[in-house]
Antibody, heavy 122, light 107 residues
């Protein structure tokens, strides 16, 4: 069974940093592009970042470019998101999600974690 | 960047009604469009990919159509368990933008 379990969220002061993790199981993690999607309270979904199978390619939304870094450790079946210089507008549930197929192309997101809440407040 | 505009932003319909949600892309995206359903407090669930292909396990009352810039998600007979917010997403290239969502309620 495919499982994605996020962790690392919490209450952080503005200007602080946080590293989110996503533990994957039940599939060949190293063969899939992985993604982070966030959702601010009461708002819609926002794609944040993607990383290719071997970390050769990373992509970011313009709204987060320069402050967020996506990474992965295929040996540990884990996906990460480092968020620096946190702002109030980064308050959101952060989901990790898997591309549906093994390939270097783009695909829809077929499995999602339950999300981890990041709250930025003083 | 390509923008996705969904309409309506919300709708209320009766059980058994046919419901249609549209998603318009600001530039052509071929068939690289997915639809997701998100129930309150839950993670999104993939319904449709490649504009019209039903994800395994999704009820056949859901269907998708379109190509290029104009897409639709149709629920042929609305059921109480379909109460949710629905999102379209483009995935032909980064950024993999989502539409703003359509909230579906039962009248």
């Amino acid at each position: 069974e495919v499982q994605l379990v996020e962790s690392g969220g919490g209450l952080v002061r503005p200007g602080g940093s946080l590293r989110l993790s996503c533990a994957a199981s039940g599939f060949a993690f190293s063969s899939y592009t992985m993604n982070w999607v966030r959702q601010a309270p009461g708002k819609g979904l926002e794609w944040v970042s993607s990383i290719s199978m071997s970390s050769s390619f990373t992509y970011y939304a313009d709204s987060v470019k320069g402050r967020l870094t996506i990474s992965r450790d295929n040996a540990k079946n884990s996906l990460y998101l480092q968020i620096n210089t946190l702002r109030a507008e980064d308050t959101a549930v952060y989901y990790c999600a898997r591309d549906s197929r093994q390939s270097g192309s783009y695909f829809e997101l077929d499995y999602w974690g339950q999300g981890t809440l990041v709250t930025v407040s003083s | 960047d390509i923008q996705l505009t969904q309409s309506p932003s919300s709708l209320s319909a009766s059980v058994g009604d046919r419901v249609t949600i549209t998603c318009r892309a600001s530039q052509g995206i071929n068939h690289y469009l997915a639809w997701y359903q998100q129930k309150l407090g839950k993670a999104p669930k993939l319904l449709i990919y490649a504009a019209s292909t039903l994800q395994s396990g999704v009820p056949s009352r859901f269907s998708g159509s379109g190509s290029g810039t104009d897409f639709t998600l149709t629920i042929s007979s609305l059921q109480p368990e379909d109460v949710a917010t629905y999102y379209c997403q483009k995935y032909n290239s980064a950024p993999r933008t989502f539409g703003q969502g359509t909230k579906v309620e039962i009248k």
